[in-house]
């Protein structure tokens, strides 16, 4: 999307590169926060400190108690984190859905993790998928689904009724309904 944007003299969307320096309030806060016995590596599933301050936070926003042991793994960024889900979930062989237009990890970390992409369009210009395409897909049994939403590149936010559609096609499938089709030739 870089080369495209740059071909047509568009304004790059496509990755963040804020043109403007970060507040110099966040910049002090920074420095004060590297300032000790800080800069050793962490566990590779996050540092303990931090695990436990996001298992206290979760339970006021969720309801659900978090053991920040059991249950918690930090990651570097959404990039890696997609990677562990990815790999998680699918096995050499899975089929995942990914609608598209998509952000180019969601492919290659199917790919990576040996599962093969079912792509699903959403059109212009309201980027609506066509629900007999996404019911198609899910007939072939997926392991997983990628659901950006707002979607990127696209910035396309899925309706209510989209999202109940995509949720029953879902539990249609993991409730063995025949081609995890739970609503027949119905769409949203």
Not at 143 to 153: E, F
């Amino acid at each position: 999307m870089t080369r495209v944007a740059n071909q047509h003299g568009a304004i790059n969307l496509a990755h963040g590169f804020p043109d403007f320096d970060p507040p110099e309030e966040l910049l002090v806060a920074l420095e004060k926060t590297t300032r000790g016995p800080f800069h050793q590596y962490a566990v590779t599933w996050g540092a303990p400190r931090f695990r436990q301050a996001l298992a206290r936070k979760i339970p006021r926003f969720t309801g659900l108690a978090v053991d920040p042991d059991q249950h918690l793994v930090v990651t570097c960024g959404s990039t890696e984190a997609m990677m562990v889900a990815m790999m998680t979930a699918c096995n050499p062989g899975d089929k995942v859905i990914v609608f598209s237009p998509f952000y180019e990890n969601y492919v290659a970390d199917t790919i990576l993790s040996g599962a093969e992409p079912i792509y699903v369009a959403l059109r212009p210009p309201d980027f609506a998928f066509d629900p007999d395409e996404l019911r198609r897909a899910f007939q072939q049994r997926p392991k997983a689904l990628v659901l950006c939403n707002p979607s990127n590149p696209s910035g396309k936010v899925f309706t209510r009724e989209e999202l109940l559609y995509i949720a029953k096609l879902a539990a249609g499938l993991r409730d063995g309904a025949a081609g995890g089709d739970p609503l027949g030739a119905q769409g949203p």
